[in-house]
């Protein structure tokens, strides 16, 4: 101990000396809070000796400063969006307080849970010392005990917290020799089941039914060694944002109905993107391995989800691969329905949109941004006078809004803000798609084109399509079948979520970039890539560029101009146009 | 030593003790008139302060000192909760206060209320005593009918609500913050600390947790003076900075293998073989004492030589025992195998773990598949020095745990091992001649039936 003593008031003593001209990032930072200067001012806290400055006022505990400082503190039950239990006891640390006038280090004689103290000024953390690691030693080696050890039939394996603690801070010997509790297997409800005996009791899933999603319906039953994750009998788990217990699990306890035992998590591929399940735009990792998707996961997002997704977005990616999903590109020629090549497409398309007269298009707000304005951009080219439209905007039920403020949105698609100011740009407003048909029943138009991404077929019903059906030539471009798919001239396969490339504009005007995660069906070309095609553009479809040529001439999307981070970007918010021009 | 005057049991014998006409016609609740009349609260914590009373419940912390900790003029209400979980094995002084004389408990309880301000006292009760619970409910009902509880008691403008909440009497609950917990209809897990409850307990508002012969204590410091309550016990030890003195009498619970097992009001300071030959009438069938457990087995064990040890808040730290803890003294005759007694405890711990925190949940239940495996004979003398690694490593002392249930168990392993170990050894050996060298990993063994 002594010695680290001497070495952390030494590495004290130096960045100090260091740091001297510093001192006016600080006296900024008091300038608007001056009765609040303790507070307000940065913390210093010392990390394995390395000096962490904090930023004004940010409150953080010693894992999260950790990470600021480079190093992992092991833990289970600590996550940043739930309360704090310090129940595991795999955060371990030794901390203590240094003396701002002498530099002098004094140590706390106890180990403490790094994630229930709070790096305050001069605050001092330990975390890799003989004591500390013999304690995470002790806490992976109880945590095994009565561990079933079944990684090669667990889910989890792969992505365990259990098992990558193990490897890394546990004993390379099983020294408790007890039976291990058998596998028992309980359902918690429709989404989630339980393996009861590989549970570490970190009580994540229990916190988060309480605090969260606020059903509360996991509970702690039974009483030390004997404890069990449980549902009261009757009142399953089965509230809307269910599956994140399953995210929050650290190890193989919570298993996802959805997704046990279809695939070992290492063959599986991350790929960033979008939720197209609503309006709240939830940031996710589409997981996937040889073009077909698995899971989807929730992306930390603090401006939008936070840590968390809803189930019906969640297990919302089953029409990506479902059966019934058109494939195959057909017009009709002489009254036939004939299959047309795709390279064959953009020639005959264009040249028969060309000769129909005035062309209407309804842009689905399940486009991306940049699709919905290479559509826009195609439709005026061929006609300056084109009637643009946004398309169906699905709304089922009311926003659903939870006990910590996530919602769910009642509109079912992901961009109808980007279309909109997309449409704004082109038309100086945004056309419904009822005035849409009305306008296209009405004979003044001579072609047609609706753009699609439904995860259904009833989207569009008989009435409309009859409406609709004044055009010559009609263009539909969805995923399955629908009445206006029947009746139209041009059958086009479009794109699922997953499988374009651009970017979301949520309800809160927060744009977020997302590529690709699987390619669409063998052949299927998705909108992005015809719509290149036919605007005669060089080169691949690259959605970026595009994203760029639209926020150099669209100013609501200006703030996209550089690349869009992870997370996304908020757009300005401009005052609400009227809906039909 | 003087003869010593029972204070706290003095009424005990008394017919109809534990109603209020017998308890004020020997001077009831003529303190708790002294003092509405004659002191503030702030003079009244002085008081309590200046007597050096620390807490009977366990720990032993110093009462005075924790009622200041309340946070001064605090706007909302404070909250007094009196801890009668009474859940550590072999100790019963709580039940006879409540049982044989609830008033005195219940006129500290509104001295202690009027010190820290607090309008709503808590009386948490295990449901293993109905009969403290029905004398409880007529003694406050009998108090609320002479005006010592309500509003605006005998005039002074105070008030005061007593309640009796029942707990199912989980051991975790007699933990202050468990208790919190207990009473706020949640599961008995300990909060971490701090917030401590001075500052944030029932209800999120700040508490005071007491233990009910605490609250009998208070009663005769007010009327007989702190001078008078510092005059019996034990000085602060000058070598132990720590150590604030072990004053006033206490009630010393005297269970196991004696003649006469029973609750024995005496001095703090009284040594545990002057408990066993004085009151206890010395160990049952002629034998001679082999071990005592000093304060509720928790505590740990003194042997035969440390008989002579002092039963107050510092001398048992230095015979390696935990503290005093409850004064729950257990004797062990020489018959009695330590064996037994290790198991025993173990299983109480394993069964009482709460399962908040890894080290204790696991632990206590990896010590008891061990012990019970060394009673099967098919024990190891390797299996000695784990569970010696598990009583270092577990609980609030070394930090791995949020509350002390865990030093709790670990302290009778450290002890019975350490202060026993050839018996353990030989034990081992004889039971388990071909294997007890063995250090590989054995067989595991099925998992076990107790629970």
């Known amino acids: 101990m002594a010695s680290w003593f001497v070495f952390l008031t030494q590495r004290a003593l130096r960045f100090r000396r260091g740091r001297r001209e510093d001192h006016t990032l600080v006296s900024r930072c008091c300038k ?29 505990n010693g894992i999260q400063v950790a990470r600021l400082a480079g190093t992992d503190i092991p833990h289970y039950c600590w996550h940043p969006g739930l309360t704090v239990v310090a129940s595991c006891r795999m955060c371990l640390c030794e901390t203590g307080t240094r003396d701002p006038a002498t530099g002098k280090v004094t140590m706390l004689p106890k180990l403490v849970p790094a994630c229930q103290t709070p790096a305050t000024d001069n605050t001092v953390f330990v975390t890799d010392s003989e004591k500390i690691r013999n304690a995470r030693a002790m806490v992976e080696e109880d945590l095994l005990i009565d561990h079933p050890i079944d990684c090669p039939i667990c889910d989890k394996a792969g992505e365990c917290l259990l098992q990558d603690y193990h490897f890394e801070h546990g004993r390379d010997q099983r020294r408790a020799d007890i039976r291990p509790f058998t596998s028992r297997r309980r359902e918690m409800g429709d989404t989630v089941t339980l393996f009861v005996d590989r549970c570490v009791m970190c009580t994540r899933c229990v916190r988060f039914t309480r605090e969260i999603s606020g059903d509360a319906e996991l509970m702690v039953i039974n009483r030390g060694a004997h404890e069990e994750i449980d549902v009261f009998p009757g009142y399953p788990l ?23 035992y279809q695939q070992r998590v290492w063959f599986m591929k991350k790929h960033a993107g979008v939720c197209a399940g609503c309006s709240t735009g939830c940031s996710i990792t589409i997981e996937e391995n040889q073009d077909r998707v698995y899971r989807l ?20 990616y089953h029409h990506v691969h479902a059966e019934g999903r058109q494939t195959e590109p057909r017009r009709i020629v002489a009254g036939e329905r004939v299959n047309v090549e795709w390279s064959a497409i953009p020639r005959e398309l264009n040249k028969q949109l060309r000769e129909a007269g005035r062309i209407a298009v309804a842009i689905s707000p399940h486009l991306t941004v940049e699709e919905a304005y290479l559509l826009a951009a195609y439709a005026r080219s061929i006609d300056a006078d084109a009637l643009l439209a946004l398309g169906p ?12 403020g996530f919602t769910i949105h009642a509109e079912k698609c992901p961009n109808r803000r980007g ?28 072609s047609m084109w609706l753009s699609g991404g439904n995860k259904k077929s009833d989207w569009i019903d008989a009435a409309t399509t009859e409406k609709l059906t004044a055009a010559k030539v009609i263009v539909v471009q969805d995923l399955f079948t629908s009445p206006a798919w029947e009746a139209a001239t041009w059958q086009l396969p479009g794109a699922a979520f997953a499988e374009r490339e651009g970017s979301y504009v949520n309800h809160a005007n927060h744009v977020q970039s997302f590529t690709w995660a699987v390619r669409p069906p063998v052949g299927v070309w998705t909108e992005g890539q015809l719509l290149w095609r036919l605007l005669n553009r060089p080169g691949l479809y690259k959605a970026r560029p595009v994203m760029q040529e639209i926020a150099t001439t669209i100013d609501y999307f200006a703030a996209a101009a550089e690349e869009v981070p992870p997370t996304g970007v908020k757009l300005i918010a401009k005052k609400q146009i009227p809906a039909s021009v | 030593m003087p003869q010593f005057e029972p204070v706290l049991l003095a009424n005990i014998h008394k017919p109809d003790s534990h109603t209020r006409k017998a308890y004020e016609a020997s001077g009831g609740y003529s303190a708790l008139k002294k003092i509405l009349k004659e002191k503030t609260p702030a003079e009244m914590i002085d008081l309590v302060k200046a007597s050096g009373l620390r807490g009977r419940g366990g720990a032993g912390f110093p009462c005075g000192l924790k009622w200041s900790f309340l946070p001064k003029n605090h706007p909302g209400p404070i909250y007094m909760c009196v801890n009668a979980d009474e859940s550590e094995p072999a100790t019963f002084n709580n039940r006879i206060l409540m049982e044989l004389d609830p008033h005195q408990v219940i006129e500290g309880t509104i001295m202690a209320c009027y010190a820290t301000q607090a309008s709503t006292a808590y009386i948490y009760l295990r449901i293993e005593y109905p009969t403290c ?19 605006n008691i005998l005039g002074s403008g105070f008030s005061l609500d007593i309640f009796v909440h029942r707990g199912a009497a989980a051991y975790i609950c007699g933990e202050e913050t468990g208790l919190i917990e207990s009473l706020e209809g949640k599961r008995a897990w300990p909060r971490i600390k701090p917030p401590f409850p001075a500052v944030e307990g029932v209800f999120r508002k700040p508490t005071v947790v007491n233990n009910v012969e605490t609250m009998a204590c208070v009663t005769h410091i007010a009327a007989r003076g702190s001078d008078w309550f510092k005059s019996i016990g034990v000085p602060a030890d000058p070598n132990n900075p720590r150590d604030a003195g072990s004053y006033g009498p206490k009630l010393y619970c005297l269970s196991g293998h004696v003649n006469k097992p029973g609750c024995y009001e005496q001095p703090l300071g009284i040594t545990c073989r002057q408990l066993i030959d004085e009151f206890g009438g010395g160990v049952w069938k002629g034998r001679k004492a082999k071990a005592a457990v000093p304060g509720g087995i928790s505590m740990g064990l003194l042997t035969a030589a440390e008989l002579d040890t002092p039963l107050d808040f510092n001398a048992l730290g230095k015979v390696g025992c935990l503290g005093l803890g409850t004064a729950a003294v257990t004797v062990m005759d020489d018959t009695t195998s330590m064996i037994d007694f290790l198991h025993n405890t173990c299983r109480f711990f394993s069964h009482e773990s709460c399962g908040q925190c890894t080290p204790c949940r696991e632990g206590t239940h990896w010590a008891l598949a061990m012990m019970e495996r060394i009673k099967a004979g098919k024990g190891r003398v390797k299996d000695l020095d784990l569970l010696l690694e598990i009583g270092d490593t577990i609980g609030i002392i070394p930090g791995s745990t949020i509350c002390g249930l865990s030093d709790g168990a670990a302290w009778p392993i450290k002890n019975a091992i350490r202060k026993f170990r050839q018996e353990f050894e030989d034990y081992i050996k004889t039971t388990n001649p071909t294997g007890y060298m063995v250090t590989e990993a054995v067989p595991a063994l099925v998992p076990l039936s107790v629970h």
């Open chain 1, 393 to 404: 905007v699905p709304v089922i039920g009311e926003d659903e809004k939870f006990k910590n």
């Open chain 1, 32 to 60: 608007g809070n001056a009765k609040n200067k303790k507070l307000c001012c940065m913390a210093t806290v010392l990390v394995d000796g390395k000096e962490i400055v904090l930023p004004d006022g940010q409150k953080l």
């Open chain 2, 133 to 151: 619970y029905r004398r409880l409910e007529a003694a406050i009902a009998e108090c609320y009918d002479a005006g010592y509880l309500g509003k």
């Open chain 1, 419 to 446: 279309v909109e100011e997309v449409l704004k740009h082109f038309t100086g407003g945004v056309m419904s798609f009822g005035d849409f048909a009305n306008e296209v029943a009405s004979g003044q138009v001579g």
């Open chain 1, 238 to 260: 089965d509230n809307k944002l269910s599956g994140n217990v399953v995210d929050l699990c650290p190890v193989g306890a919570l298993g996802d109905k959805d997704f046990l």
């Open chain 1, 297 to 316: 996961k929730p992306r930390e997002n603090p401006e939008i989800n936070q840590w968390w997704m809803c189930d019906e977005g969640r297990y919302g």
